[in-house]
C-alpha cells in the first residue's frame, strides 16, 4: 500500500499570504488528523476529520481551518501568515478505531518571510 | 487531559551501548501509548504502540517499551545501538474516544557514537 503523502513538500510564503496544504491518506483510512511541529512548541494537534467531518479540533486560531474530500483526502489552509507559522506541517491517516496506529506523511515544510 | 513528559531532550550513547529513553504520562484514564521516530526531513514512523494488552511492547528495529502504571511510564530500550538508530523519538498518548488526538512528549535526539 502507497503511504501517507503530502503536497506540497516545501512552501515559501510571505506574511499575509494564505496557504493550502494537501494530504492523500493510505487507502482505506477514513481518519486525517493535522500536526504542525515547530522547534519551540513541538508536536502540536491542529484537527482531526472523519468522513468529511471536523471531529476534534487544537488550541490553534480560526486562520488554520481544513476540510476533507470524500475520498478522505484532506486540505488544511491557513489564512493570513504570520512569522510564527513557518513549521513542518504534518499529516497523519488512520482507521480512526480506538489505539489504532496513526500513519504520518512525509510532511509540508512551510516557510513564511 | 493527557500529557507526557520526555526526560532528557538529548541522549548520547557509544554504538553497542545500551539505548534508554524515557517517558511519563498523566492520564485519568487508560492510555494508549506510542513510541514514534523522526530522521531528519522526515515524518514520524512507528516504532511500537501500547494498547493495553501485553505491557512489555516489542517493536521494530530490536526496539521495546515497558507500561508501568504504577510509575506511570512507558520507557523504550534497545539492548545495542546502532548508528543508524540516531534520531530524534517522541513519545505519544492517546486516549480513549480521542484516539485519533495524539499528544507529544517535547522529543529526544539520541546521538550514538562510534
Known amino acids: 500500500k502507497a503511504g501517507v503523502t503530502q503536497t506540497p513538500r516545501y512552501l515559501i510564503k510571505t506574511r499575509g499570504q494564505q496557504v493550502t496544504l494537501s494530504c492523500s491518506p493510505i487507502?482505506?483510512?477514513?481518519?486525517v488528523s493535522w500536526y504542525q511541529q515547530t522547534p519551540g512548541q513541538g508536536l502540536q494537534f491542529l484537527f482531526e476529520?472523519?468522513?468529511?467531518?471536523?471531529?476534534n479540533k487544537g488550541n490553534f486560531p480560526g486562520r488554520f481551518s481544513g476540510r476533507q474530500f470524500s475520498n478522505s483526502r484532506s486540505e488544511m489552509n491557513v489564512s493570513t501568515l504570520e512569522l510564527g507559522d513557518s513549521a513542518l506541517y504534518l499529516c497523519?491517516?488512520?482507521?480512526?478505531?480506538?489505539?489504532?496506529?496513526?500513519?504520518f506523511g512525509p510532511g509540508t515544510r512551510l516557510l513564511v518571510l | 487531559a493527557q500529557s507526557v513528559t520526555q526526560l532528557g531532550s538529548h541522549v548520547s550513547v557509544s554504538e553497542g551501548a545500551l539505548v534508554l529513553l524515557r517517558c511519563n504520562y498523566s492520564?485519568?484514564?487508560?492510555?494508549?501509548l506510542f513510541w514514534y521516530v523522526q530522521y531528519p526531513n522526515q515524518g514520524l514512523q512507528l516504532l511500537l504502540k501500547?494498547?493495553?494488552?501485553?505491557?512489555l511492547v516489542k517493536g521494530i528495529n530490536g526496539f521495546e517499551a515497558e507500561f508501568k502504571k504504577s510509575e506511570t511510564s512507558f520507557h523504550l530500550t534497545k539492548p545495542s545501538a546502532h548508528m543508524s538508530d540516531a534520531a530524534e523519538y517522541f513519545c505519544?498518548?492517546?486516549?480513549?474516544?480521542?484516539?485519533?488526538?495524539?499528544?507529544f512528549g517535547s522529543g529526544t535526539q539520541l546521538t550514538v557514537l562510534p
Open positions: 497523519a491517516s488512520s482507521l480512526a478505531t480506538p489505539g489504532e496506529t496513526q500513519y
Open positions: 487507502s482505506g483510512h477514513r481518519s
Open positions: 476529520y472523519f468522513s468529511e467531518t471536523q471531529r
Open positions: 492520564s485519568s484514564v487508560p492510555p494508549y
Open positions: 501500547y494498547t493495553s494488552a501485553a505491557t
Open positions: 505519544a498518548v492517546s486516549v480513549s474516544g480521542s484516539a485519533r488526538q495524539l499528544t
